[in-house]
């Protein structure tokens, strides 16, 4: 109980020091202020790119395999573009081949996409995403249709001139109007709206359904060279449930090798990408940029500390005489360090939560402005205050230990 009532007094005498001498405490909290704010605001930062990014990689499919002409980065092996440039693009035939052979697959599409010019009277859109796609293409890629229905397997199959518009097409080309059954030019030729996907807002990877246009592969095979350098056919396989990803990528592997009539020795000419390759590559970017906010903040701290710290000296200084008399009536050596040492941390602490509270704010601002969640998350909240107390405790700990060692009768004659 002592013990707890000399903490308390000298929690009490400890704010009455920084609230007696308001201009010193306002100055000496805007290191830490500074500092707390640069590392937090990079984190928060940090946190919610990788948050956003992460939900727009989760879209695209944990089970879907992606086979490709190039492959999604290197890793830790050398990117060999020259050997992949020489690589045949997937085709339709193909998918065909892949429909019959696979068992470990629910569906299997391809898609191929490209950037025209859309119009419908006098409104045009310049470089909007048409994306061809054969039929199964909804059953591996998620979305939803406000209007309107999918394509039906002899319309995908006999290459009917039929579209689905994402929302902001609609809104783009439309307004109010309702979009269904209307014709709409491009590629040289009208396509019927058949339906409008509901709007999904913007993707922090590649872009959402809202600016693109879906079509039958087989609507467009007269018209584009699909074999086009400017081209980048995908053949998607989505797994059945149950089935791991390397599972059916050694399976989707045999059978592509077979269908290239690739020899036993002879490296493969296609690339089999999944999102985990992503993720992978996030997982290194977001843990340098995490290092780059300690950077960032460690300075300012560190400036802030040394602020501190010579505050701190200086109220010493300046309550020699006080500290002479607390000891002259038994004050302990520990009740003198506490004092200071909570006066310290109290400063730290102060300037700690005007910090996070500058973050918040502008995170709520961030968030408003852009179309991205920007969220001050609990664990940066606990970093804030948690570094707070340390700087506290460590700008703090000499000169609270120099003040507890004083001579009472030396400190008392010091003024």
Same mark, same amino acid.
């Given at each position: 109980?002592?013990?707890?009532?000399?903490?308390?007094?000298?929690?009490?005498?400890?704010?009455?020091?920084?609230?007696?001498?308001?201009?010193?405490?306002?100055?000496?909290?805007?290191?830490?202020?500074?500092?707390?704010?640069?590392?937090?605001?990079?984190?928060?930062?940090?946190?919610?790119?990788?948050?956003?990014?992460?939900?727009?990689?989760?879209?695209?499919?944990? *089970?879907?395999?992606?086979?490709?002409?190039?492959?999604?980065?290197?890793?830790?092996?050398?990117?060999?573009?020259? *050997?992949?440039?020489?690589?045949?693009?997937?085709?339709?035939?193909?998918?065909?081949?892949?429909?019959?052979?696979?068992?470990?697959?629910?569906?299997?599409?391809?898609?191929?996409?490209?950037?025209?010019?859309?119009?419908?009277?006098?409104?045009s859109i310049e470089n909007a995403s048409i994306n061809a796609v054969s039929f199964d293409?909804?059953?591996?890629?998620?979305?939803?249709?406000?209007?309107?229905?999918?394509?039906?397997?002899?319309?995908?199959?006999?290459?009917?001139?039929?579209?689905?518009?994402?929302?902001?097409?609609?809104?783009?080309?439309?307004?109010?109007?309702?979009?269904?059954?209307?014709?709409?030019?491009?590629?040289?030729?009208?396509?019927?709206?058949?339906?409008?996907?509901?709007?999904?807002?913007?993707?922090?990877?590649?872009?959402?359904?809202?600016?693109?246009?879906?079509?039958?592969?087989?609507?467009?095979?007269?018209?584009?060279?699909?074999?086009?350098?400017?081209?980048?056919?995908?053949?998607?396989?989505?797994?059945?449930?149950?089935?791991?990803?390397?599972?059916?990528?050694?399976?989707?592997?045999?059978?592509?090798?077979?269908?290239?009539?690739?020899?036993?020795?002879?490296? *493969?000419?296609?690339?089999?990408?999944?999102?985990?390759?992503?993720?992978?590559?996030?997982?290194?970017?977001?843990?340098?940029?995490?290092?780059?906010?300690?950077?960032?903040?460690?300075?300012?701290?560190?400036?802030?500390?040394?602020?501190?710290?010579?505050?701190?000296?200086?109220?010493?200084?300046?309550?020699?005489?006080?500290?002479?008399?607390?000891?002259?009536?038994?004050?302990?050596?520990?009740?003198?360090?506490?004092?200071?040492?909570?006066?310290?941390?109290?400063?730290?602490?102060?300037?700690?939560?005007?910090?996070?509270?500058?973050?918040?704010?502008?995170?709520?601002?961030?968030?408003?402005?852009?179309?991205?969640?920007?969220?001050?998350?609990?664990?940066?909240?606990?970093?804030?205050?948690?570094?707070?107390?340390?700087?506290?405790?460590?700008?703090?700990?000499?000169?609270?230990?120099?003040?507890?060692?004083? *001579?009472?009768?030396?400190?008392?004659?010091?003024?």
């Open positions: 109980m002592i013990f707890l009532r000399l903490l308390s007094e000298s929690l009490m005498m400890a704010l009455h020091a920084l609230v007696a001498n308001k201009l010193r405490t306002s100055l000496s909290l805007l290191g830490i202020t500074i500092g707390i704010f640069a590392i937090i605001v990079v984190f928060t930062a940090v946190d919610s790119l990788e948050m956003n990014v992460r939900e727009s990689v989760e879209t695209l499919g944990d *089970d879907i395999i992606f086979i490709q002409k190039w492959p999604w980065g290197g890793g830790s092996t050398e990117y060999k573009w020259w *050997d992949y440039i020489k690589r045949p693009k997937p085709t339709i035939k193909e998918l065909a081949q892949l429909q019959k052979r696979t068992r470990s697959a629910t569906a299997c599409a391809y898609t191929v996409g490209g950037r025209r010019t859309v119009k419908y009277k006098n409104n293409y909804d059953k591996i890629v998620s979305f939803e249709l406000a209007q309107g229905r999918y394509f039906s397997e002899s319309e995908a199959t006999s290459g009917r001139n039929n579209v689905i518009i994402g929302a902001a097409i609609a809104s783009n080309l439309f307004g109010g109007l309702n979009p269904l059954g209307k014709n709409i030019k491009f590629l040289g030729r009208s396509f019927v709206v058949m339906g409008v996907i509901s709007k999904e807002g913007e993707s922090v990877v590649g872009e959402s359904h809202d600016n693109n246009l879906i079509i039958p592969v087989n609507s467009v095979r007269k018209l584009l060279d699909l074999h086009s350098r400017q081209l980048d056919p995908i053949i998607m396989v989505k797994a059945k449930p149950g089935v791991s990803n390397a599972q059916l990528k050694d399976e989707l592997r045999g059978i592509m090798r077979s269908i290239r009539k690739l020899k036993p020795l002879a490296p *493969d000419d296609f690339a089999m990408n999944e999102t985990s390759i992503i993720s992978g590559s996030l997982d290194v970017i977001f843990a340098v940029m995490s290092i780059c906010g300690w950077i960032i903040g460690g300075f300012s701290i560190l400036v802030g500390g040394f602020g501190i710290a010579n505050i701190m000296f200086v109220s010493v200084t300046e309550r020699t005489s006080i500290i002479g008399i607390q000891k002259s009536l038994g004050a302990k050596n520990y009740f003198i360090l506490l004092q200071f040492l909570f006066e310290s941390i109290i400063l730290c602490l102060i300037g700690g939560v005007v910090g996070l509270l500058i973050v918040y704010a502008l995170s709520l601002g961030a968030t408003a402005a852009f179309d991205m969640k920007f969220v001050l998350t609990y664990a940066n909240i606990a970093i804030g205050l948690g570094v707070s107390i340390a700087i506290g405790i460590i700008a703090g700990l000499v000169p609270a230990f120099s003040a507890s060692r004083l *001579d009472p009768v030396e400190a008392i004659r010091a003024n």
